[in-house]
């Protein structure tokens, strides 16, 4: 995610790090084992707009996570 979309990817890793308190770049050994919904919530909303902003070409370039995210979403 960070090669294809580098703008979204540190503002979501900036916001992760200020709501626990992390420095970056995050370790992410420490926050999986906070992970909570919300967490979830953020990452399936982020695939979403990306899906929803990129068209086919979001289709095309992550195969894997578009079909996650159409077996998830429908």
């Known amino acids: 995610m960070q090669f294809y979309y580098g ?19 995050l ?8 992970w909570d ?9 982020l695939l979403w707009i ?6 086919d070409d979001f289709e095309i370039e992550h195969l894997n996570l578009f079909g996650w995210l159409q077996d998830w979403y429908g």
């Open 37 to 45: 919904n919300t967490y979830w919530i953020v990452w399936i909303l």
């Open 27 to 34: 370790n992410w050994a420490i926050i999986v084992e906070e």
């Open 50 to 55: 990306l899906w929803d902003r990129g068209g």
């Open 7 to 25: 703008r979204e990817f540190d503002a979501v890793m900036k916001i992760i790090a200020e709501d626990q308190e992390e420095p970056l770049p």
